[in-house]
C-alpha cells in the first residue's frame, strides 16, 4: 500500500481536486486496484466521487470511499 498526501502550497483558495487526482492516479496508479479516501465537505466528495466514476468509465480499477462533515 501506498499512501500519497499533496505537499502544502501557498495557493489560496480551493485546490483542483480533479486535476490533482487524475495527475496523481496516472501517474503512481501504474495499473493497480486503487483506493481513494477522503473526508470533507459535501461538495468535496461530490467532486471525488465524480472524479472517480469518470476514472472507471475510463477502466481503472477505483474503489471511493468519503465521509462527510460541515456545519
Not at 4 to 16: F, L, M, N, Q, S
Amino acid at each position: 500500500m501506498q499512501v500519497i498526501v499533496p505537499k502544502a502550497t501557498e495557493d489560496v483558495g480551493r485546490p483542483d481536486l480533479h486535476a490533482l487526482m487524475i495527475r496523481l492516479i496516472t501517474e503512481e496508479g501504474s495499473g493497480e486496484r486503487i483506493a481513494v479516501m477522503c473526508s470533507g465537505p459535501d461538495s468535496m466528495g461530490r467532486t471525488v466521487r465524480n472524479t472517480c466514476a469518470e476514472m472507471v468509465r475510463d477502466g481503472w480499477n477505483i474503489g471511493v470511499t468519503t465521509e462527510k462533515f460541515g456545519w
